[in-house]
């Protein structure tokens, strides 16, 4: 069994609830129960925190270290600004799947740019709810293959 956390940063509170034109009906409590019920079927013991504050996103990748086996990050807003977030992932040693429920790469320009990818074992984008899934498959699969199962 492996322990995930599913880690969400500013506004995504608000999904399903604002703007379902931009990101659709489904809401973050949704989208965490997915994550839990689908990681079951992986193996996976999934928790999840959402907050709109820095600090507190940096102080859960802090606390994740030797606890869980990886983190499932969808730092909105924050994918493209926090060097403070990059510095924490890099430090925390749990491997992290970067997540956005729409195609980053599609939209303004100023969200081509993540300073998350550097330092995540990978990037999925584009597909809504379903990101999450393909990222605790990505998850198990990576680690299955470290050989921590
Ligand atoms: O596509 C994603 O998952 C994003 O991480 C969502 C962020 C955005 O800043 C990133 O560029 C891409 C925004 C989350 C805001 O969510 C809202 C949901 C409902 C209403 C308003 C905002």
Redesign the pocket.
């Known amino acids: 069994m492996h322990n995930i956390l599913v880690l969400n940063?500013?506004?995504?509170n608000?999904?399903?609830?604002?703007?379902p034109e931009?990101?659709g009906a489904t809401t973050l409590k949704m989208i965490e129960d997915l994550c839990i019920s689908h990681g079951k079927t992986q193996g996976q013991k999934v928790t999840h925190l959402q907050s709109n504050h820095e600090g507190a996103l940096i102080d859960a990748i802090h606390a994740a270290r030797g606890v869980q086996d990886g983190i499932v990050l969808?730092?909105?807003?924050y994918?493209?600004t926090s060097v403070a977030l990059m510095d924490a992932i890099s430090s925390a040693e749990v491997p992290v799947v970067e997540?956005?429920?729409?195609n980053?790469h599609a939209?303004e320009v100023f969200?081509h740019k993540s300073y998350i990818a550097p330092v995540a074992i990978g990037q999925i984008?584009g597909f809504g709810a379903q990101?999450y899934v393909l990222a605790l498959n990505a998850l198990a699969a990576h680690l299955a293959e470290r050989g921590t199962e």
Not at 9 to 12: A, D, R, Y
Not at 14 to 19: E, F, H, N, V, Y
Not at 74 to 77: D, F, I, S, V, Y
Not at 99 to 102: A, E, M, N
């Open positions: 940063g500013p506004n995504l608000l999904l399903g609830t604002r703007q931009v990101y969808n730092a909105g807003g994918t493209h997540v956005h429920l729409s980053i939209r969200r984008c990101s």
